[in-house]
């Protein structure tokens, strides 16, 4: 998509954000265009879909590839993960590689950066959670991730304060070819409003459950409808694996699912800006990270 020719000095094009499960990268994703666009949770693998999320300035649009942490798959899930996040290094302008200041390099980072080492791509190490450790130690970090590859630029960040951000921002429009504005400029996510909808529920799974529950749930928003007094209604089915885990799910008098269904109800209604009456199933699909036609149906991957 081109909505726009090409005006003089005006750049834009695509960048992957890359690094192992839980260091930060959707964080930094919503710190990144001003919004919240992608879920944030503790618990890794959070991420699920190539989401691309956009952020045009009067002098470039950046169209910003989150991708799933890459880590070693024990399930079809996993190994559709991995593959999402190792094919979009191939379908951008700069890459970046995402790390932790407060640890060195581990075998997850090294196992990345090994991936990378035929691509072309100029590749920006970004050090995040600076403000987690001293400042004298931010150098020693770098110096400790430079051998892995030849980064074309090293920027600390702390996605959640927002520390360097703009200078980053800065620095990846300087890597990035004259071209054309490709999406509106009010548009920051090419992902329509039932994804978004779907994460934010899978989010608050996330939140209120224990390590038991967050990768084994997919959600479904089935229906959307706006009745005649301006209410959204809204149907969603939350799947899992096991009938032990809608149990949890569900909780006592059916607490746990009120409070998602409470949590998610109030950021949808800021999404669409509107009242939402929001209404929440929950059903269990066996072994369904393994099963080729549930990740599709689920929107987990598409169709061949």
């Given at each position: 998509?081109?909505?726009?020719?090409?005006?003089?000095?005006?750049?834009?094009?695509?960048?992957a954000?890359?690094?192992?499960?839980n260091?930060?990268?959707?964080?930094?994703?919503?710190?990144l265009v001003g919004?919240?666009?992608?879920?944030?949770?503790?618990?890794?693998?959070?991420?699920?879909?190539?989401?691309?999320?956009i952020l045009?300035r009067?002098?470039?649009?950046?169209?910003?590839?989150?991708?799933?942490?890459?880590?070693?798959?024990?399930?079809?899930?996993?190994?559709?993960?991995?593959?999402?996040?190792?094919?979009?290094?191939?379908?951008?302008?700069v890459?970046?590689?995402?790390?932790?200041?407060?640890?060195?390099?581990?075998?997850?980072?090294?196992?990345?950066?090994?991936?990378?080492?035929?691509?072309?791509?100029?590749?920006?190490?970004l050090?995040?959670?600076?403000?987690?450790?001293?400042k004298?130690?931010v150098?020693?970090?770098?110096?400790?991730?430079?051998?892995?590859?030849?980064?074309?630029?090293?920027?600390?960040?702390?996605?959640?304060?927002?520390?360097?951000?703009?200078?980053?921002?800065?620095?990846?429009?300087?890597?990035?070819?004259?071209?054309?504005?490709?999406?509106?400029?009010?548009?920051?996510?090419?992902?329509?409003?039932?994804?978004?909808?779907?994460?934010?529920?899978?989010e608050?799974?996330?939140?209120?459950?224990?390590?038991?529950?967050?990768?084994?749930v997919?959600?479904?928003?089935?229906?959307?409808?706006?009745?005649?007094?301006?209410?959204?209604?809204?149907?969603?089915?939350?799947?899992?694996?096991?009938?032990?885990?809608?149990a949890?799910?569900?909780?006592?008098?059916?607490?746990?699912?009120?409070?998602?269904?409470?949590?998610a109800?109030?950021?949808?209604?800021n999404?669409?800006?509107?009242?939402?009456f929001?209404?929440?199933?929950?059903?269990?699909?066996?072994?369904?990270r393994?099963?080729?036609?549930?990740?599709?149906?689920?929107g987990?991957?598409e169709?061949?």
């Open positions: 998509m081109n909505i726009n020719q090409n005006r003089e000095g005006f750049r834009s094009g695509f960048v954000l890359v690094g192992r499960p260091v930060g990268k959707s964080t930094l994703l919503n710190k919004q919240k666009v992608a879920i944030m949770s503790d618990k890794p693998q959070t991420t699920r879909h190539k989401i691309h999320s045009t009067n002098d470039a649009q950046i169209v910003f590839l989150d991708t799933p942490g890459i880590h070693k798959p024990r399930h079809k899930l996993g190994e559709h993960l991995v593959d999402v996040a190792l094919g979009a290094l191939k379908e951008v302008d890459v970046l590689f995402l790390v932790e200041a407060t640890s060195p390099p581990g075998a997850g980072d090294k196992y990345i950066a090994e991936q990378m080492k035929t691509i072309k791509t100029p590749i920006f190490l050090i995040n959670k600076i403000d987690l450790i001293k004298e130690e150098l020693e970090r770098i110096v400790s991730y430079k051998d892995l590859l030849p980064f074309a630029e090293v920027v600390p960040v702390s996605a959640l304060a927002g520390d360097n951000v703009e200078r980053l921002i800065d620095t990846i429009v300087k890597y990035l070819p004259e071209g054309p504005q490709y999406y509106p400029t009010d548009m920051i996510t090419d992902r329509p409003e039932r994804f978004i909808m779907a994460e934010i529920i899978r608050k799974v996330l939140h209120l459950t224990s390590e038991e529950i967050p990768h084994s997919a959600v479904v928003v089935e229906q959307v409808q706006e009745r005649p007094n301006g209410v959204v209604a809204v149907n969603a089915v939350i799947y899992t694996e096991r009938d032990s885990q809608k949890i799910l569900i909780g006592k008098g059916g607490n746990m699912l009120k409070e998602v269904g409470r949590r109800r109030e950021e949808i209604e999404l669409l800006g509107s009242k939402v929001l209404e929440l199933w929950v059903k269990v699909k066996k072994d369904w393994n099963r080729i036609n549930d990740l599709r149906n689920f987990i991957t169709e061949d």
